[in-house]
C-alpha cells in the first residue's frame, strides 16, 4: 500500500513539475503558432539566473523572484529582433528559435562554464502524506504548478487582458480594427510565455543539476504534453502533462529508463493518430 501511494505521489510530481514547463510552451506555441525551440534554453537561463543571484550573495527566493521577470525582458527581446518577422512561417521559426537555442546554451557555457552546478535546498526535510515521507520541496513544486497552472487560466480567460490576447490570436484582422494593439499583444504574450518557462528553471533548480543540457530534458516532454493535449488549451496543457508524465513515471517504476521513454512515445503517436488536435480537441 506504501508502496502505491508513494508512486500515485510521484506521478502528480512529474506531472505538476512537466506542467510548470508546458505552461510556457503552450502559450507560445499554441497560442502564438510559434515553434519555440529555445524554450528550453529560456528555462535553463531561469535556473542559472538562481545560480548567479546565490553566487552574488542573494537568497534563492530572491533569484526565484528575479529569474522570471529577466527571463521577460528576454521573451520580449527575442519577440521583438526575431520572432516578429517571421510570423506564420513555421519553418523558418524553427530554425531561428533553434539557432537562437544554440547561442543562449554557448552563452551559457561561456558565462558560466561548461560543468554543472548545484543548489542547496531551500526547504530541507520531509513531510508525512498518507504515512509516506516526501521531500517538502517537491510539495512545493507541486504547489507552485498547480498555483501558476489555475493563475495562467485565470489571466487568459477571466480578465479582459486575456480576451484581448485571445482575440488577436483567433482574428487578427478583426481585432485591431477594434482598437486592439496587436503589436503589443504579440510580444506580451511572448514576454509571459518566457516567464513563465524561467519560473520553472528557477524553482526546478535545487532539485536538478543546473548544467546547459538540463533544458533538453524536459523540452521533448513538454511539446508532446502540448501535442498530446491539444494545441490551443490551457486544460489539454494539464491533460496532456497528466499523460505523459504520469505514464512516463509508472513506466520508470517497471521498465528502464530507455525502454519507458520508447513505450511514451509510442503512446503519444497513437493519441496523435486519434486525435489530431488532442485529446480535447475533435476526434477524426
Not at 527566493?61 to 529569474?67: D, E
Not at 521583438?80 to 523558418?92: A, C, E, K, N, S
Not at 485565470?154 to 485591431?176: P, S, Y
Request: glycine share 12%; with cysteine.
Amino acid at each position: 500500500m506504501a508502496t502505491a501511494i508513494a508512486l500515485s505521489i510521484d506521478m502528480l510530481s512529474f506531472t505538476l513539475t512537466l506542467l510548470l514547463v508546458t505552461l510556457g510552451l503552450v502559450v507560445i506555441f499554441g497560442m502564438m503558432n510559434v515553434i519555440n525551440m529555445a524554450h528550453g534554453e529560456f528555462f535553463l537561463i531561469g535556473a542559472y539566473a538562481v545560480v548567479a543571484v546565490t553566487r552574488a550573495g542573494g537568497s534563492f527566493w530572491l533569484g526565484l523572484v528575479l529569474a522570471p521577470c529577466l527571463l521577460a525582458l528576454i521573451g520580449f527581446a527575442v519577440e521583438w529582433l526575431v520572432i516578429r518577422h517571421i510570423y506564420r512561417r513555421f519553418i523558418d521559426t524553427i530554425l531561428a528559435t533553434w539557432g537562437l537555442s544554440l547561442a543562449l546554451k554557448q552563452g551559457v557555457i561561456l558565462l558560466f562554464g561548461p560543468g554543472s552546478q548545484s543548489m542547496l535546498n531551500p526547504i530541507p526535510g520531509t513531510v508525512e502524506v498518507l504515512g509516506v515521507s516526501y521531500p517538502a520541496y517537491r510539495l512545493f513544486i507541486m504547489g507552485m504548478g498547480l498555483a501558476l497552472a489555475l493563475g495562467t487560466y485565470w489571466l487568459f480567460f477571466r480578465t479582459a487582458l486575456g480576451l484581448q490576447a485571445r482575440g488577436v490570436i483567433a482574428n487578427r484582422a478583426m481585432a485591431a480594427s477594434l482598437g486592439i494593439n496587436t503589436r503589443r499583444m504579440d510580444w506580451a504574450t511572448f514576454a509571459t510565455g518566457a516567464a513563465l518557462a524561467g519560473f520553472a528553471g528557477a524553482v526546478m533548480s535545487p532539485i536538478m543539476s543546473v548544467d546547459p543540457q538540463m533544458g533538453m530534458g524536459f523540452l521533448v516532454p513538454s511539446f508532446l504534453a502540448v501535442l498530446v493535449g491539444g494545441v490551443n488549451s490551457l486544460v489539454g496543457a494539464a491533460l496532456g502533462s497528466g499523460v505523459i508524465g504520469g505514464t512516463t513515471t509508472m513506466l520508470s517504476a517497471r521498465l528502464d529508463q530507455a525502454d519507458a521513454q520508447i513505450v511514451v512515445f509510442l503512446l503519444a503517436i497513437m493519441v496523435i493518430r486519434f486525435f489530431p488536435q488532442g485529446l480535447t480537441g475533435d476526434r477524426r
